[in-house]
Structures are given as structure tokens and as C-alpha cells.
T-cell receptor
Framework: DAKTTQPNSMESNEEEPVHLPCNHS???????IHWYRQLPSQGPEYVIH???SNVNNRMASLAIAEDRKSSTLILHRATLRDAAVYYC???????????FGPGTRLSVLP | NAGVTQTPKFRVLKTGQSMTLLCAQD?????MYWYRQDPGMGLRLIHY???????AKGEVPDGYNVSRLKKQNFLLGLESAAPSQTSVYFC?????????????FGDGTRLSIL
């Protein structure tokens, strides 16, 4: 699986939007972009995934650059419960596992 | 709907002891995985299974064994525990391995080896 690069940490104020960036310059045409988050003392939780087009679900939105070399996870209104480590992962149709890097630790300030 | 359930949640062992971690999923998933997570790091794959009766090695398999006798259960065994195996262990399952298939994780087993 191709590698992703994320900032180590980010801060946000409660009820403001949060944009979490991810760079994946070596992405291949068949790689899906997945986002997971890990709340304290819990297992990773699926957030969203996409291939080429922007995606929305009840948790977040995923904006994918036109050249697919970067993407942004958007939390529209951060809450204190969104404080977590967010992982950006690339996954093709042949990999057996997800390769989790260090992720981005998001702090939400009240 | 329980999803992925791991037991026990916490355990302390002495060096050389053995134990088995149990993972159970109720989503009828074919694929199951065991990961370990060390402080400040991402997850690393230990072993995985692509179906009942099959297992395969992941990135860090040494010191661990697994079994998948029933589709819904995936067991991780430590035959002779070592302090280097102190970690948080996560089990996951998925319907398939296609790029658009998410993995569903349990809440982890926190294991300390003294």
C-alpha cells in the first residue's frame, strides 16, 4: 500500500469546522482513500472512504484533490467527542490489511 | 448488534505464561485480523484469516499463534509470554478485502507482561 503523510497534531475550537489534510503523492489508480479515527481507549472506527469523487456521510465529508495526491477530511462542526487520532489510509483491492501510520491527533477546545 | 467483541479487556501475565485472546464477530464476515498497537504508534498486523479454517502471517507474527475453527471466532495465542509482547491488541473483521471494504474493530485487549 502507498504511504500517506499527515500532520502530527491539530487543534480546533468546538462547533467550528475542522479540515484534516492527508498527502498521498504515490497513490495508484486503484487505491481507495480511507479515514478512521481512534477515540481514547477504543479501537479504530471507520469514518469514510472514497476513490475519486468527494463523499459525504453522517460523520464527515471527504474532499479528494483532482490529481488524487491529497485529500481532506472535513468535520463540519467539531464537538468535544471528536477529539481523537485520525488516520488516513490507502487501500487497494489486493491488500490484506490496513497500514496505520501515526495519524493526526485532533484536540477540540471548548 | 455487538459488532466485534474482544475478551478479556485487560490482563496481566508473568513472563513465560501462556494465554488466549478471543475475538468474536456477529456480522458474518469472512475476514478477520489481529493487530497490536504500541504506545504512540499505529497498528501492526500480527495474523489474519480469510475464512474458517484458514490463517496467514502478517507483519509481526513471531511469538503468536492463531486459530479460526468457527467463522465468527478468531483466537490469538501467546505460548510463552515475553515483556516485548506488552501491548494493546485489536481484532478486526471485514466482509471482503476489496479496496472499498472497511474493517470493523473491537475495543482492544490491554496486555501487560511482567
Amino acid at each position: 500500500d502507498a504511504k500517506t503523510t499527515q500532520p502530527n497534531s491539530m487543534e480546533s475550537n468546538e462547533e467550528e469546522p475542522v479540515h484534516l489534510p492527508c498527502n498521498h503523492s504515490t497513490i495508484s489508480g486503484t487505491d481507495y482513500i480511507h479515514w478512521y479515527r481512534q477515540l481514547p481507549s477504543q479501537g479504530p472506527e471507520y469514518v469514510i472512504h472514497g476513490l475519486t469523487s468527494n463523499v459525504n456521510n453522517r460523520m464527515a465529508s471527504l474532499a479528494i484533490a483532482e490529481d488524487r495526491k491529497s485529500s481532506t477530511l472535513i468535520l463540519h462542526r467539531a464537538t468535544l467527542r471528536d477529539a481523537a487520532v485520525y488516520y488516513c489510509i490507502l487501500r487497494d483491492n489486493y491488500g490484506q490489511n490496513f497500514v496505520f501510520g501515526p495519524g493526526t491527533r485532533l484536540s477540540v477546545l471548548p | 448488534n455487538a459488532g466485534v467483541t474482544q475478551t478479556p479487556k485487560f490482563r496481566v501475565l508473568k513472563t513465560g505464561q501462556s494465554m488466549t485472546l478471543l475475538c468474536a464477530q456477529d456480522m458474518n464476515h469472512e475476514y478477520m485480523y489481529w493487530y497490536r498497537q504500541d504506545p504512540g504508534m499505529g497498528l501492526r498486523l500480527i495474523h489474519y484469516s480469510v475464512g474458517e479454517g484458514t490463517t496467514a502471517k502478517g507483519e509481526v507474527p513471531d511469538g503468536y499463534n492463531v486459530s479460526r475453527l468457527k467463522k465468527q471466532n478468531f483466537l490469538l495465542g501467546l505460548e510463552s509470554a515475553a515483556p516485548s509482547q506488552t501491548s494493546v491488541y485489536f481484532c478486526a473483521s471485514s466482509y471482503g478485502t476489496a479496496g472499498n471494504q472497511p474493517q470493523h474493530f473491537g475495543d482492544g485487549t490491554r496486555l501487560s507482561i511482567l
